[in-house]
């Protein structure tokens, strides 16, 4: 009698108690001891929008193929019940192997267990170098954005903004630079009509700027694996603050920008994540400094509370604290 087929299934798509085929990323094998002494491997796989994390005992029928053949960055096949537990969703295989090319007609392919942005990056990028273009009034301050943005532009496509804390996928540095940039266009607006008088008067061409380039370094931070993010050897012994720094120096050295406005849009990039412990090496000390930086800190804040919202097994009206922002998100009295 032939095997029983089961139905091919996302993972992000699947329920409590629920047995299905399914492919899936393997992101982490760790070896590890219980403080009892029992030796065990936990394991994670991921599609592109949900990862289990889950033991291998050493005491389990998967136990001598985990430890022998089973790799992380190698996507698998799995026959599994997926179960909501209070440690998170774990699964519980049944049958599992290495992906192969005929797994293609049942739908199987790599980006499917890739984390990526909802929005198209050809049109986030297109609409990031006509911001600079349009509302980047000085010309040679425009021209190195645009020049900045082009030559890294393969790169912005695909980067995430972080290896976990916000927009941590495939195109999320793009998405968080572009909503960063739509940010500093309104405060960039409001505040020049509320200050008219300010001197010298707010540079909103130098605000846009330093949105779109307020995270430029870390296209050279970030390397991207199959496992997931990782910090490159200039990201982890410099950060993106000076690398970007560095970028910027480097495509001004090309164009004939204003020395003080250079510096204006340096001082933007190391000073926007305003705190030592938060790694800029001085607080924004102009006013367009102050405006990329709450245009930064609250596209990222809001992003991790909206993946907590959406992450979060807790039950009840609130979310457990144990998450990015470290507190509890209220969800409301009829949250279940």
Not at 210 to 229: C, F, M, S, Y
């Amino acid at each position: 009698m032939p095997p029983k087929s089961m139905p091919i299934v996302a993972l992000s798509e699947m329920v409590h108690g629920q047995e299905a085929d399914l492919f899936a990323l393997l992101t982490a094998k760790e070896e590890l001891t219980t403080r009892e002494g029992k030796p065990y491997f936990k394991v994670g796989f991921r599609d592109a929008h949900r990862e289990v994390s889950f033991p291998v005992w050493d005491n389990s029928p998967w136990a001598a193929e985990c430890r022998k053949s089973w790799t992380p960055g190698v996507f698998y096949k799995l026959r599994a019940v997926y179960r909501e537990t209070n440690y998170g969703p774990q699964l519980e295989i049944r049958k599992i192997r290495e992906t192969v090319g005929a797994d293609a007609a049942d739908g199987f392919d790599p980006a499917m267990c890739v984390a990526s942005t909802r929005f198209d990056p050809e049109s986030m990028f297109a609409e990031l170098v006509q911001i600079a273009e349009e509302r980047v009034e000085n010309v040679a301050l425009g021209k190195l954005v645009v020049a900045i943005l082009s030559a890294n532009r393969q790169r912005l496509l695909v980067c995430p903004a972080a290896r976990r804390h916000h927009h941590a996928f495939c195109g999320g540095l793009l998405e968080h630079t572009l909503s960063v940039t739509r940010n500093a266009l309104f405060l960039a607006d409001k505040y020049a009509d509320a200050y008219p008088d300010l001197q010298p008067p707010l540079d909103k061409g130098l605000v846009v700027a330093g949105a779109i380039l307020h995270d430029l370094g870390k296209v050279r931070e970030l390397a991207q694996e199959p496992t997931g993010t990782s910090y490159t050897p200039e990201g982890e012994l410099i950060g993106h603050l000076l690398l970007g720094r560095d970028m910027v120096r480097e495509a001004a050295a090309r164009v004939e920008i204003d020395a003080d406005r250079l510096l204006r849009l340096e001082h933007l990039i190391l000073s926007h994540q305003r705190l030592p412990e938060w790694g800029s090496p001085k607080p924004p000390m102009t006013p367009e400094a102050l405006l990329v930086h709450y245009a930064d800190d609250v596209d990222a804040k809001y992003h991790m509370m909206v993946t907590i919202l959406r992450d979060d097994n807790n039950s009840g009206p609130f979310t457990s604290n144990k998450n990015l922002l470290h507190q509890k998100v209220y969800r409301g009295p009829n949250a279940t």
